[in-house]
């Protein structure tokens, strides 16, 4: 994290930032665009992913399966996400066969084709995607869960989109999406790696600049109302295990708070609430009385505000309603009496070492960046992250769990298996 | 502009063997304060038999849960204060230990990692909490398409009395079997230094690595290790057997379809291996996503896996379809196994997949989890110091006719084994 960094907004108000890093003979670009799930509406859900889908069935320089071959040709992976806020693209390839990266990127964000049949073949794909995800229990769990927390704001639906939008959803309906905001001047662009700043960025000016900037997107405005009163539902369907889910309402990003909740998520769950942790307060209430096969935790850097959760395997032979009070005992407790010393001390240092161990990798520095900037709008608030996790004591631990864990602001979700 | 770190090679590998048989990998790495630590025991699932499955798996993560020393905390405590990491798992033929921690505390890593290994107690509240949670599990996987679907495929291409015909996680008749004494037993049976592999990366000096392995392991021994058994012999299966297994009221269906493959010491497993990244690997998926997603949108993965290893590990297509496209995958899927044994591959399909291995090297000896996992691979099976050199020209020698030999050898469009689970009747 300590090598130097260049940020520059092109005229065209893309924003390109570079950062290099020489340990390896490597280079990752990333194209982030600020368009997703939380940019969609009822008939138009799960349009961000099927855009970018159709990213990768090509433009006339580049006619689809050469794009897979040329980078994968070149010993290069590529790969693309969408998530509830931004969309990102990404090579990584040896550092000499970079230019291939720069110039596809350039070339699809402004000539993408969506060719009518390419669209209806991807249809079935993604469909066929979704019915892979409604196989499992968790995601018609966590669906239902959004469902319920979120009544106005579009972090209601999944990022996949419903089924009924995705068999109607039209070509041209892709097309526009696509056109309104696939625009430099709502994308990032970074390189990290084994390169030489001023010459990478010259090639990038090439060949980013000429790309018009397209009208502002248009802002999301809908925001969630305060919830009064817990909430809960039960998804019944065949199959042989249980599973909790709590969730509570969670600060966005850039908020004081979404730091000091990190910390009360390290202390129940362990550092980036990874289900590994064997010596957190969830593990040991849960997994060590034998209640719960698994527990686990999720916060996410969002730009709104999105929900915390808590979730739980229950193990055969024990209820979902003991699991639940289990987790509730848990944070019940956060409530009544600050964390100890030791606890806060032991959430920190693992923060030290997970940060030092994220800032290794090449694609990974390269998605922090561009997350930073998507989520936060500010390229230092990964920069910042761990002095302002340090920075978090155990009043304000117990400040933030009593104002975000209130009971009134609990909801609950049953996967209960039926024969 | 400074530069790269040299590809790993026999002048900045260094390798001893301890006189209790453990082989020391170290390769330096000082651009980040980290230390990886790889590592692995010659005992496994291969001991088992079908009455105990799921034992090997069940030791190896018991292991952590207590010591003659230490307790379930006394372990897990002082790794998880200072942001480390330490796994164990089993596999077929070896059982794995994975660290990470920041370079300052390897050496309480690896005498965390020697007693484990070296003196496990075994707690019996312990035992009884993995037994449950491993029954859940399997609970789960029992309508879990994805599992249901590889489960079943390793039950038709192995014969019975191979370890691969079973599953290493057990079944709900077995992991109540897996007592105490069971699981004390196995240990002290194969557990021991012979053959083990500790490979460290990281921001150590290669010296002191090496003695801090021998001064945490140096000292162990059991006379009584065995050495891994040899395996059935795995007869080609005279017909293509297909097995459907029922999981109602599910979206998608699962099928896996394939044989038995080769070993990573055959002859033809780079051949092999390069045919298995053209029928289903490179790009999206190879020539099985070019059908079966790109030309008729049937499914969101459709691709093949090639496992190699000690034993012949499966070589086997995955793909998740809507049920009523099952039947027509499947032929999509058989008609390019038909053609990758009848036609040679393209010229330019081969240069593509050899250009794209070669290329990944880089990437994948990026970090130190990547160098370790090498490394390991290289002792594990004889691969010589200067293999990452070599490694280039091995791939780049392969020709079009060893490719479809190779096919030939392991797949047959009259003869494979398939399993698909979802909502789906007997065929």
Known sequence: MSQPVTKIQLDNGLTVVLKEMHHAPVISWWVFYRVGSRNEIPGGTGLSHWCEHMMFKGTPTFPAGELDRIISRDGGIWNAFTGTDYT?????????????????????????????????????????????????????????????????????????????????????????????????????????????????????????????????????????????GARRFTVERPGTTAFVLIAVPAPTAAAADYFRLDILDSILAGSGGASTNKTSRLYRALVNTQLAATVSTNLSSTIDPYIYTLSATVNEGRTPAEVEAALVAEIDRLLQSPVSEAELEKAKKQAKAYFAYESERITDQAYWVGDSLMVVGDITWFDHYLDRLLDVTADEVLDVAQRYFKPARRNFGWFVPTP | ???????????????????????????????????????????????????????????????????????????????ESIGASLGIYSAGHGTFAHAKSLAEDLPLMLELLADVLRAPSFPEDQLAQLRA????????????????????????????????????????????????????????????????????????????????????????????????????????????????????????????????????????????????????????????????????????YSYSTISGGEGRGSWRVIAGVNPKNVERALDSIVGEIARMTAEFVSEAELEDVKSNITGLLPLRLESNEGVAGSLLSIERYQLGLDYLRRYAEIVRAVTREEVLAAARHYLDPQAYAAAVAGPVEAP
């Not at chain 1, 669906?143 to 009924?164: I, K, Q, T």
């Not at chain 1, 001047?185 to 018009?212: C, D, K, M, Q």
């Not at chain 2, 083990?196 to 006379?223: D, S």
């Open chain 1, 88 to 228: 990102a693209y990404y090579e990584t390839l040896p550092a000499d066969r970079i230019d291939i990266a720069l110039r596809l990127e350039a070339d699809r964000m402004v000539n993408t084709l969506f060719d009518p049949e390419a669209v209806e073949v991807e249809r079935t794909v993604i469909m066929s995607e979704r019915e892979g995800a409604e196989n499992q229990p968790g995601f018609r769990l966590r669906e239902a869960m959004r469902g319920m927390c979120f009544r106005v704001h579009s972090y209601r639906h999944e990022v996949l989109g419903d089924m009924d939008d995705l068999a109607t959803i039209s070509r041209d309906a892709l097309y526009d999406h696509y056109r309104r905001h696939y625009r430099p001047n709502n994308a990032v662009a970074v390189a990290v790696g084994h390169f030489e700043t001023g010459a990478l960025l010259a090639r990038i000016r090439e060949l980013y600049e000429p790309i018009p900037a397209g009208a502002p997107t248009p802002p999301v405005t809908r925001t969630e109302p305060e919830q009064h």
């Open chain 2, 1 to 79: 502009m400074s530069q790269p770190n040299a590809l790993p090679g026999p002048d900045n590998i260094t390798r001893r063997v301890l006189p209790n048989g453990i082989t020391v990998l170290v390769r330096e790495n000082h651009t980040s304060p980290s230390i990886v630590i790889n590592a692995m025991l010659r005992v496994g699932s291969v001991f088992e038999t079908r009455a105990v499955a799921g034992l090997a798996q069940l030791t190896a993560s018991a292991l952590m849960r207590g010591t003659a020393t230490r307790s379930f905390n006394d372990i897990y405590e002082p790794i």
């Open chain 2, 133 to 300: 949670q491993i029954t859940t599990e399997l609970q789960y996987r029992a309508q879990d398409t994805r599992q249901q679907a590889a489960l079943h495929f390793y039950e038709l291409a192995y014969p019975p009395e191979h370890p691969y015909h079973f599953s290493q996680r057990g079944y709900p008749d077995t992991v109540p079997e897996l007592t105490r004494e069971r699981v004390q037993d196995f240990h002290q049976k194969y557990y021991g230094p012979r053959g083990m592999v500790v490979a460290i990366v990281g921001a150590v000096r290669a010296p002191a690595a090496v003695a801090q392995v021998e001064a945490a392991l140096g000292g162990w021994e059991n006379p009584a290790q065995p050495g891994l058994p040899a395996l059935p012999d795995i007869p080609p299966l005279a017909q293509a057997v297909r097995r459907n297994v029922y999981i109602p009221d599910k979206s998608q269906a699962d099928i896996v379809l394939g044989a038995a493959g080769p070993s990573r010491a055959a002859p033809d497993w780079w051949p092999a291996y390069l045919a298995n990244n053209i029928l289903g690997v490179f790009g999206m998926y190879g020539r099985l996503g070019d059908i079966v997603r790109e030309k008729q949108g049937l499914a969101y």
